[in-house]
């Protein structure tokens, strides 16, 4: 999905959400997928994201137009030909303050939806690498992994943890482009203040 609670900077590359509406616009299963993979994977049309999610192109459609009405989709002004509408994000992530969206119920559903849409992908991105492990090769299989740590940090920290995380992976992103040897990469970080339960 590539959203981010945490990039709150103006960016044009980042949608920040103001209006539980919004948010709750692309708090949807198919919406969100839908959006993850134009992100993704760019343009695409109705049909086409209907044959890779097993939709109808009618839901598809509705879908984008509604993802469209709220500014998160627009159509690809580099259309193929004449009778096909392709469908393009318009930003690259999106971002949210949750403390914004907590004086509705609109909001914090809206919200916690998003939330547990990152872990799902979070869980389907490990599921995939570890089934396909040997076909990516040892390279690929000794990087590859998860980590956990606690420590005692403040908010600002934790934000600034966010922040530093993210224009790290931009860098590195920018000084491997070219090789050869890159493969798209998912990338989740998440940090909660926890109350010292067994871990």
Do not use: C, I, N
């Amino acid at each position: 999905m590539q959203s981010y609670l945490w990039r709150m900077d103006d960016s044009p590359d980042v949608y920040r959400v103001r209006d539980p509406r919004t948010l709750k616009a692309v708090a949807h299963p198919l919406r969100v997928r839908l959006l993850g993979a134009l992100r993704l994977d760019g343009p695409a049309t109705a049909t086409e994201l209907a044959a890779r999610f097993g939709e109808s192109s009618a839901s598809t459609s509705y879908h984008l137009r509604q993802l469209a009405k709220y500014g998160f989709v627009e159509q690809d002004p580099d259309q193929r030909d004449a009778r096909e509408r392709r469908w393009r994000s318009v930003h690259r992530y999106t971002a949210w303050s949750d403390r914004e969206l907590a004086g509705s119920p609109e909001g914090r559903a809206a919200a916690g939806f998003m939330r547990d849409r990152q872990v799902e992908v979070l869980l389907k991105d490990r599921a995939d690498f570890e089934s396909h492990r040997e076909e990516w090769g040892p390279d690929w299989s000794d990087a590859a992994g998860m980590s956990d740590d606690v420590a005692r940090l403040t908010p600002d920290s934790v934000r600034l943890l966010m922040e530093r995380t993210s224009a790290l992976v931009r860098e590195l992103a920018a000084a491997d482009a070219g090789d050869p040897r890159t493969a798209r990469v998912a990338v989740h970080l998440a940090a909660f203040p926890s109350r010292g339960y067994v871990r």
